[in-house]
Each structure stands twice: as C-alpha cells, then as structure tokens.
C-alpha cells in the first residue's frame, strides 16, 4: 500500500476525487459499480500533501533519465524518506549488512505535522536543487 492518499471532497452529496492518487484508484472501476469505503475525517495540512505528490511527478518527469528503468512518485518517496531519516535501516546482526527498512510513513494517522511539515521541506530543498531551480519555483508549479 502506498502513502500517497485517496482524498475525496463531498460535493453536493457525492465524493469526488480530490488527488491524483484517487483518480487513479477510480480509474480501475467500472462506471456505477458499488464500492465499500471507510470515511474518515483527515488531519494534518492536507494541501501539503497533495502538492508533495505533485511535485514527486513534477520531479520524474524531468529527471527520469538519471535512471535505470521506471520509477514511480511512490519509489521516489521511499527514497526520500530514506535519505531524511524517516525510514530507517533493518540491519542483520550477523554481517551488518541493511536486509530492510521500516517503512517510516508521512500518512496523516502516522506521523504529527510538525514532524511531517520538516520533511516535505527537506525533500522540496533536494528536488529542487537536482532540478536546476529554486524551492519557490518547484512549490508553485506543484501547486498549479
């Protein structure tokens, strides 16, 4: 399962997808067919999020040639969250060697935002530098 949130906006009566992950969801069911769902009232900077997985597209789409095969904005969070620290090494006692990670995970229930806030900066700063351009630039065009 992936970090990246199905956000829906009720509008007049209905729930319509409010991100790019949820479009996608969407797009796997056939017109009018039932699906179950839990609801539950979301917490955090929602507007941050969306604009952190826009921007992980924004990324891919202009360095996906430093590498070897497809990466996914998923892939590229994991990596993320890797080098800030917020997944964490799973090493063998034995040989030392990094069998693992644990997953630290952004999502809303998982992790407060004023630790997930430093973050998304941390990983705006990165992007934008590989990128050739300044955080305000890579901001705003995520949030276009």
Known sequence: MTDDPLLFRNDLGALRPDSPASVDAMRAFKQGETLRIEI????????????????????LDNLGDRFDGPVSPVMMHKWLKIRFGLSKPVRSKKTGEIIGYDEGSIAFHRLP??????FIEKAVEFLAEQLGTDPATLMDEAKR
């Open 40 to 59: 539950k009232r979301t917490r955090g900077n929602i507007g941050r999020l969306r604009w952190y997985w826009a921007m992980l597209r924004i990324a």
């Open 113 to 118: 935002e004023n630790e997930r806030a430093p």
